[in-house]
């Protein structure tokens, strides 16, 4: 968490991260919730998501300003080397986010 929070303040970009974990069972935050939260759509904001129950546990939207700089081709290949069965098997899922 401080690193976000260093990288924050030294970019004015933000990185976002939600998890979703179905086995849980904490009552989860509906999508508008987490926008009004987080002040989304941001277009200086990157939301990794970790979800649990999907096959590639990564997934990454990001804010335009962002997608300028990185494009989807970028984001699609975090997702697919970090979020893969085999990634998260030699790392776990919290290592593939760090």
Known sequence: ENNLQSFQKQTD????????????????????????MWSLPDPKSVVVILDASKGNVLNFNSGDKVAKLLPDRFFNEL????GNLYAVRDQGENGVVQ
């Open 13 to 36: 970009y933000k990185i976002r991260v939600l998890t979703r974990d179905p086995r849980g069972k904490r009552e989860s935050m509906s999508s508008q919730q987490l926008k009004q």
């Open 79 to 82: 997702t697919g080397r970090l």
